[in-house]
């Protein structure tokens, strides 16, 4: 096992190119780029305000795929997600109309405002990218992302996301608010600089390039144990309702394996498991009443469960 240089320069042209809107949030870039080249898709947890939506246009401007935007509400359909189809007047043939999903990434605004049917639709989506309606299956583009935002704070006429659904997405961030210094360097910015005014500055082929280099990156035996081992524990826990499901375990060692080669390496280290595991594996749980009371949430469960597993050398 070596250090090789896989990130430059292009991992390192998309993240400057994406702090040119959000400043001093490197580490949820990297987190967002690190899910992109896993293959997996992002809850972003935050109030307004903070640059959720604004990562996500960034994120597909700087890669220049085609980006769609959803901000869901209780009338959105599932139609409006995966398309329809319906009669040609002037043929008088069946025709499919495309959906937002039909794009590399999609943005699913407040994706909890949305009723039940309407997250459903995503369901296949997200897991298998690609629809299936009236008997015929559509490919989604490739890459295919789903960036989804919630306000945890305001919950009047939300509708809770099952946990089907939560298991979904390969992480849940929380962007927080900037320091004072990058609140500053944010005011003291000549103009306001959007994400529409970004230009590309990489390819697509080069985004489908580095996804296939990063799963092939390294992830010996002991990390292996390493990963299940944390699992293992959510689940023996009595403060947890349901704990890590082996899909959960599948995509902390893809998101090891991402953030490796981000950081220029070609192998997994224990640092990258323990490091990414509270943002995998953290919104797939339940707690009991009694967990709740010791942890306060599940991030803190397992940031607790890290620091009682051997770390494996």
């Not at 992002?42 to 959720?52: A, M, Q, R, T, Y």
């Not at 970004?198 to 489908?208: A, D, N, R």
């Amino acid at each position: 096992m070596k250090n090789i240089d896989l990130t430059n320069p292009d991992i390192e042209k998309l993240i400057a190119n994406i702090e040119k809107v959000i400043i001093g949030k490197r580490d949820m870039i990297e987190l967002t780029i690190t899910a992109l080249l896993a293959g997996g898709h992002v809850l972003i947890e935050d109030i307004p305000g903070v640059g959720k939506t604004q990562l996500a246009s960034a994120l597909s401007v700087s890669c220049g795929g085609v980006f769609n935007r959803l901000q869901l509400t209780p009338d959105v359909m599932p139609s409006d997600i995966t398309g329809f189809s319906l009669i040609d007047p002037a043929t008088k043939e069946l025709t499919f109309r495309q959906g937002a999903a039909f794009c590399n990434f999609l943005l699913a605004d407040e994706i909890n405002r949305s009723s039940p049917k309407t997250q459903s639709a995503l369901l296949e989506v997200m897991e298998e990218s690609q629809i299936s309606i009236d008997g015929e299956t559509y490919e989604l583009p490739s890459p295919f992302m789903v960036l989804a935002t919630q306000n945890p704070v305001e919950t009047y006429g939300t509708y809770h996301l099952p946990e089907a659904q939560m298991d979904r997405f390969l992480m849940r961030l929380e962007m927080g608010y900037p320091g004072r210094e990058n609140e500053l360097s944010i005011l003291n910015r000549p103009e306001s600089i959007q994400a529409k005014d970004l230009s590309e500055v990489i390819t697509l082929k080069s985004i489908e390039e580095m996804k296939k280099t990063a799963s092939q990156t390294e992830c010996s035996e002991l990390i292996n144990r390493y990963i299940i081992a944390i699992s293992e524990k959510t689940r023996d826990d009595e403060g947890i309702l349901l704990g890590v499901s082996p899909r959960g375990s599948i995509a902390l060692q893809s998101a090891s394996k991402a953030y490796a080669f981000i950081q220029g390496r070609d192998y997994v280290c224990p640092d990258d498991v323990k490091y990414l595991a509270p943002f995998v594996l953290a919104h797939r749980l339940i707690l009991t009443a009694s967990g709740r009371a010791k942890w306060e949430n599940a991030s803190n469960s397992i940031r607790l469960f890290l620091d009682e597993i051997p770390i494996p050398t």
